[in-house]
């Protein structure tokens, strides 16, 4: 099995002097940053943020997988080479979901629904951030975590989310991932649930041989009650997968036997993924506390604006309420948690989406659970050095989150 290094690049305003000799990820071990033989080009990177091109999917529109506005896919490729040539990181981007003509119409004049908005470069930060791996990030542009296959004529919108998976995977199969020893599918949010959808499928697209494993990061959405005692996520999932027709999409194992809207939620998806998965989740995941717990729409008189923006603003019985939330999701992974092959990473945190920054994914003051930070979690995990099944104790026993605070 090829060797993975990787590097650690301190991103922010200032590129600090203290940089990282290895990730530890890495399989080897005391190597030191003058051992690695760069390349020229990866060297230049070193100091500075590492910008990758866009890459338009030009043979996709024939197979009809396109944005909601009809414009071509993308994605973001950076090469591996040496020991890493070929070795693949795939991240699905996130970015919410559209469940009415209204919202979608609205997304598709945005880079979440049309490719004309898309950055022609993106920073790779956090988990992408690889020292020789091929990485890719795949762009979200379909509104229903890749999973829709429908249209709507009258408003112009298509619903290709499906179609632009299966497209984008058969086009970096051709630019060599098919030869690949190892690789992960990971993803953030909606690119999350995405990867919890799509994880057998990508595992069905290599070798039984090649070393082949799943990340969601901040994808474990809940079928949750509100403040209100209504079902806000529910509710919205229910438009996403009756607009966008992702039933046909949806693991069979969980449609035979549950409504399409239920099978939408990870929690009744996660005990059947036949590929290693490893969940990372904040158990107070931010953006379910404030779109799906507490949304305005739920909060008529404003009791929880506060709470909703900034967790040190909670009153005890808000806070309580979370703790139920926390509760619901420990229950909802008993089942996915009996497996052995299976990884978890749940901190007490009020945070949303880890893997994506520096702060958070690696460094000096990542969040901790038993003397492990995220990265190294994840890479023991993959690497099958250690069992990873870690859950800190419940708010407000961890300092050392990257608590997020919008007001």
Not at 60 to 82: E, I, M, N, Q, S
Not at 109 to 115: F, H, Y
Not at 194 to 211: K, N, S, Y
């Amino acid at each position: 099995m090829a060797k993975l290094f990787w590097f650690v690049i301190t991103i922010g305003l200032v590129f600090t002097n203290s940089i990282y000799a290895m990730y530890p990820f890495n399989q080897a071990q005391n190597l030191s940053f003058m051992d690695l033989d760069l390349e020229e080009e990866e060297a230049h990177e070193l100091g500075n943020l590492l910008l990758v091109g866009l890459t338009l999917i030009h043979n996709a529109a024939a197979k009809g997988a396109v944005c909601l506005d009809g414009t071509l896919p993308g994605y973001h490729l950076h090469r591996g080479y040496g020991s890493g040539a070929n070795s693949w990181l795939v991240n699905l981007e996130g970015g919410g979901w559209c469940n009415n003509v209204r919202t979608c119409v609205y997304r598709k004049k945005t880079r979440r629904g049309s490719s004309l908005f898309m950055e022609k470069e993106i920073p790779f930060t956090g988990i992408l951030n690889f020292f020789n791996w091929n990485r890719v990030k795949l762009r979200y542009c379909d509104g229903g975590s890749f999973a829709g296959d429908g249209e709507d004529q009258a408003a112009q919108l298509q619903f290709r989310g499906q179609r632009i998976w299966a497209a984008a995977m058969e086009d970096l199969m051709t630019k060599g991932m098919r030869f690949a020893d190892q690789a992960l599918l990971s993803g953030c949010s909606a690119g999350g649930l995405a990867t919890i959808i799509h994880c057998d499928e990508f595992r069905g697209l290599f070798p039984r041989t090649t070393r082949v494993k799943c990340l969601s990061d901040a994808g474990l959405f809940l079928d949750s009650i509100d403040i209100s005692g209504e079902r806000t996520l529910r509710n919205m999932y229910n438009g996403v997968v009756g607009m966008q027709g992702t039933q046909k999409n949806l693991p069979r194992i969980c449609t035979n036997h549950l409504d399409p809207t239920s099978c939408f939620f990870p929690q009744n998806l996660i005990a059947s993924v036949r590929t290693p998965l490893f969940l990372l989740n904040t158990a107070y995941d931010s953006w379910q506390i404030q779109s799906s717990l507490a949304p305005p729409s739920a909060d008529p008189h404003g009791y929880w604006h506060d709470c909703r923006l900034n967790h040190a603003k909670c009153t005890r019985p808000q806070i309580q309420f979370l703790q139920g939330f926390r509760n619901h999701m420990l229950n909802s992974i008993k089942d996915f948690s009996r497996s052995n092959k299976n990884g978890l990473f749940i901190n007490s945190c009020f945070a949303h989406c880890q893997t994506e920054r520096q702060d958070t994914w690696f460094s000096d003051n990542s969040p901790v659970i038993e003397n492990k930070v995220i990265a190294l979690a994840v890479g023991d995990w993959f690497f099958d050095r250690a069992g990873v099944k870690v859950i800190d104790c419940p708010y407000p026993c961890d300092n050392s989150c990257h608590n997020l605070v919008f007001g």
